[in-house]
Each structure stands twice: as C-alpha cells, then as structure tokens.
C-alpha cells in the first residue's frame, strides 16, 4: 500500500488528484465542528452520553458531527439512501432500467434524479429531527422560525457533502462519496483507542495491562484480517467461448471466467439490518420515552446494541439473533436484485460462451444460482462474526467504541478499491508512456 502511494505522489498528475482530495477532507472536518444555529448543543450533548451506545454507528459515519450536532449532521446517509433506492427502482421500473442502459446521458440522468431524491430525503430527515428536538426541548426556542432555520442549515450541510463527494470522484482519488464516509469514520478512531486505554490499559498491573492490550490488538487485527479475506475472496467460475470463422479469421476459442464475490452485498445488508434495528431506539431515546417498564419497554431494549451481551441480563441478548438473522435475509435479497443468473445465462449463450461441463441456458443459470446461494450464506457467516465481535466485546467489558466490524467493512473495501483505482491509473500513464515514444 505505501509503496503504492509513494510511487504515485511522483507522477505530477496523481499527486495534484491526491492534494485536492486532502484539501476536500481539511474542509470536511473543519465543517464539522461548526455548530447548527438553534441548538442547544449542551442539551444536545448530555442527550447522547445517556443513550449509550444505540447511537455510536451513526455518530461514527459522520464523524462525530451527529454529537455536536454540526452542519455536517446529516452527513452523506442521505445520498446513501438515494442511491440504494434508485438502485431498486432501477431494477422494478423497466423504464428507469432503460435509461440506465442508454450509455453516458442515462448515466447522467440516473445521477441527477438521484440527488433530487437527496435532497428531499433531507429535507424530510431534518424536518423531523428539527420537529421531535424542538417538542424535547433541545432547540433554544421551539418556533416555525427556528425549526426551518435548523432544517435549511441540516439540508445544506448535506447537499454541501455530496458535492464535495462528486467533486473527488471527478477531479480526486477514488470514490468522492465512500472517501467522505470513511474519513468520518476514521476520524473517530483515535478518540476510541484512547478511551480503550483509559478503561483497559492506563493505572493498571503491568500483566493485567499487557494482556489487556493484547487481547484489545488480537481482536482489532482479526476482525481486520477477516474484513480484507470478506471483501477480496471470490469464487472464479471459468467459462469457455467456441472458436468462430469470421471471414478468413478464426475468432474465440479463449477462456475466461465469471468473479462471484463471496461477500456479494458488501457492507449494505449490515448496514440495512442495523438501521432497522436502531431507528425505533434512536427515536425513542430522542423523544424522552426510553426508559419505562412493560412488553414494549422490554422489546425497544432489545433491540438496543447497548444491551446485548449484558452479564447482568442475557435476555435482551436475543436482540443479537435477530440481528443475525436480519443480516443473512439482507445478504440473499440484495444478491438477489443485484445479480441476475438467468441474464447472464443468456448473455454467455449469445456469444457463443460455456461453463465447461454444463450446459447453456437454464441449466447454466440453475448452476449459478445453486453456487451463488452457497457463497452468499458464507459471505453472511462472515458478515456476521464481524458485526457482532466488536459488538461482544463492548458487551461483555462494558467498553464503549464508536466503530465496530461495520466501520471496518467500509473502511478496508473503500482502501482497497482506492488503491486499485490509483493502480489502475498509473498503469494507463505507463501505457501512454510506452505508446507515445
């Protein structure tokens, strides 16, 4: 990886691509800090420290802009949505489907529809977080004034961010809006091994200490390890093309073969699942009414990361399972709508393309299918040991971190593909070099 990057900051093009990315972040995380005008950010702040830790993904993807309730609260999760969306409609309207498919201007288009969809996604976020925070008590005065005031200053703070993400992908390094995410992300990184230190490590028996710090490392570096086998593992289903007379050229007879990634969906079926889970618990906590007795009470506490685990009350642990059990649903349905075995089926048969031993057609999409929902059942094992370890941990120790095995899913795939794409980048510059003499 560092050789990578040192090899790039000496072409004169990369590196100016690699200073306007640093430059963007600088602004991003200057824009962090800066407050939205009329909330009481103290209010706000003592709000957060007493919903534990049902609110650290969320405070962890942006930052810690979430806590302090800055312009950049809202973040890029707006986008996120949008896109996610679009994606699925995509797939039901066969319209959209067709301007998808109508090269650069559909692409153009796809890309336009959804940041309107942004927008108003914001919009509605902010409104209702302007709304339940006024009703709580949280804005320094409850009035039509102040409440367009906050959500205006939310809308834009999000609508800043996906500028600055598009502004990366065109003229910085790798994907603009992943790159966003992740320098949140790891922006809270240090704040979290300094607090592991002080809980874990700092006043402690030099012995107690060390084992401390080893089993801390151990569980990082493995999850870590895990994250990089996840996100690059695949299954390498080989296809042969039969050789063609064109003209007076014999054409095909090569081979070639299909990637299946054995973590097909990526980080978004943990993603889908913890949003599930924590928004009834981030709203509840929001509107004062977390704390209570009764079926309800017990369920909403359940479905609260902040009790799995819990020595002193292992029946809100089931929260876990269905977590689990989320994750791996999510994992199959996005595979689902986003790779079609029969399309390509039937893309492979057109061009004269077979998997050795297998016949073309539905017999080659049944053999997809079939080698797909094993791999995808793997994927989600994996998916889950790396949700649910950090989320262990905090548990069992009483810790309190910000990011877990789903900051490291976004964080190790967007490196990897970043560094891909700058690979990929100085190969093409090798290309012209070598053409261009």
């Known amino acids: ?147 367009i005031e906050v959500m205006a200053t939310l809308t834009a703070g999000s609508a800043v961010l996906m500028w600055i993400g598009e502004r990366i992908t065109e003229k910085g390094i790798g994907n603009g809006i992943s790159i966003v995410l992740v320098i949140n992300i790891i922006s809270r990184i240090p704040g979290d091994l300094a607090t592991l230190f002080e809980q874990f490590i700092a006043g402690r028996a030099a012995a107690r200490a060390v084992l401390a710090a080893v089993v801390i490392a151990a569980i990082i570096i493995g999850v870590v390890v895990l994250v990089v086998i996840l996100q690059c593992a695949e299954r390498k289903i080989p296809v042969q093309y039969s050789k063609k007379i064109v003209g007076r050229r014999q054409v095909g007879g090569n081979s070639t073969y299909i990637p299946l990634k054995v973590n097909t969906g990526g980080v978004i079926p943990v993603i889908f699942a913890q949003s599930l889970l924590q ?78 031993g297998i016949r073309p057609g539905k017999p080659t999409s049944d053999y997809l299918s079939g080698v797909l929902s094993k791999i995808v059942l793997i994927g989600a094992i994996g998916l889950c040991i790396v949700a649910i370890l950090p989320i262990m941990f905090n548990g069992l120790f009483n810790a309190s971190v910000s990011f877990g095995g789903t900051s490291l899913i976004i964080i190790v795939g967007v490196i990897i593909e970043t560094l891909k794409q700058v690979e990929s980048q100085m190969m093409v510059r090798n290309y012209r070099g070598f053409l261009s003499e």
């Open 279 to 356: 928004t009834p618990v981030i709203i509840m906590s929001i509107l004062g009414k977390s704390n209570g007795t009764g079926f309800w009470y017990d369920i909403f506490r359940g479905m609260s990361q902040t009790n799995w685990f819990n020595r002193d009350n292992w029946i809100y642990t089931i929260g876990a399972v269905v977590y689990i059990a989320l994750i791996i649903a999510f994992a199959y349905f996005y595979t689902s709508i986003t790779f079609n075995p029969l399309e390509i089926a039937d893309n492979m048969k057109k061009q004269g393309g077979f998997i050795p």
């Open 1 to 147: 990886m560092f050789e990578t990057l040192r090899n790039a900051l000496k072409i004169r093009e990369l590196r100016l691509r690699i200073l306007f990315t640093f430059a963007m972040l600088v602004v991003i995380r200057a824009g962090s800090q800066l407050p939205v005008p009329g909330v009481n950010s103290a209010v706000f702040a003592s709000l957060f420290a007493n919903a534990g830790d049902s609110m650290n993904f969320f405070d962890a993807i942006t930052g810690g802009s979430f806590e302090q309730m800055s312009v950049f609260a809202l973040n890029i999760t707006p986008y996120i949505t949008s896109s996610i969306i679009m994606q699925l409609l995509t797939i039901a309207f066969p319209k959209l489907e067709e301007i998808q498919r109508d090269g650069e201007q559909g692409r153009k288009k796809i890309t336009q529809i959804t940041r309107y969809l942004t927008i108003a996604l914001s919009i509605i976020e902010s409104g209702a977080m302007a709304y339940g925070f006024g009703r709580s008590g949280y804005l320094t005065a409850f009035n039509a004034l102040t409440v």
